[in-house]
């Protein structure tokens, strides 16, 4: 389940949850501005458990993700004519971590068919990083070597999330269509 931020309390309730799971891990805050799509995460009960913001990814060096990390430097993205995210405020309360990583997936994966989004561009947690990469299967190439950021070491990572779409069979975690799934819900 997951429901699109639109209203200002949508947006109080996904800055509470991302931002409670950062204080949590000792993150630094950073808000987002511009043209920005925003999920809240649901659990079976429909309660606000996670968060997921996506927004353009841009090719200029003066881009602030370019600035953190190089990903405009990356022969595969700098050579595409595809349309690329940066993936960002990835978060799920503690007490509901695990079990509902395959819905937040799902909606990154849904969100990019949708918009016909080829790949994703993300810093990874390292233990992030080891669920994608060896629980969850995903396409994801490193870039580089893990630094630190915001108060963890991250891993630049590149997510070929139509690789993911194309192939859903192969991910068998993968709520395939979350909207005719009734997934999304509405309050």
């Keep these: 389940m997951y429901k699109k931020v639109e209203t200002t309390e949508d947006l109080n309730i996904f800055d509470n949850i991302w ?10 805050m950073e808000f987002s ?44 993205i700098s050579t595409s004519t595809k349309r690329m995210v940066e993936i960002d405020k990835v978060a799920i309360l503690k007490e509901h971590r695990g079990k509902n990583l395959d819905r937040l997936l799902s909606v990154i994966v849904f969100h990019c068919k949708n918009n016909e989004i080829s790949y994703c561009i993300v810093l990874l947690e390292r233990l992030f990083y080891k669920a994608l990469k060896n629980v969850y299967k995903v396409p994801l190439y490193v870039d580089g070597e893990k630094f630190f950021y915001k108060g963890d070491l991250v891993v630049p990572a590149i997510i070929d999330v139509e690789r993911m779409y194309r192939n859903s069979e192969e991910y068998n975690w993968l709520i395939s ?10 309050i």
């Design 177 to 186: 269509d979350v909207q005719k799934a009734g997934l999304e819900v509405k």
């Design 33 to 76: 501005h511009g043209e920005i799509d925003r999920y809240i995460i649901k659990n079976d009960e429909a309660q606000n458990i996670g968060t997921v913001e996506l927004k353009d990814y841009s090719l200029d060096e003066n881009n602030y993700m370019n600035l953190i990390y190089p990903f405009h430097k990356n022969n595969v």
């Design 19 to 28: 931002m409670s799971c950062w204080v949590e891990k000792g993150f630094e």
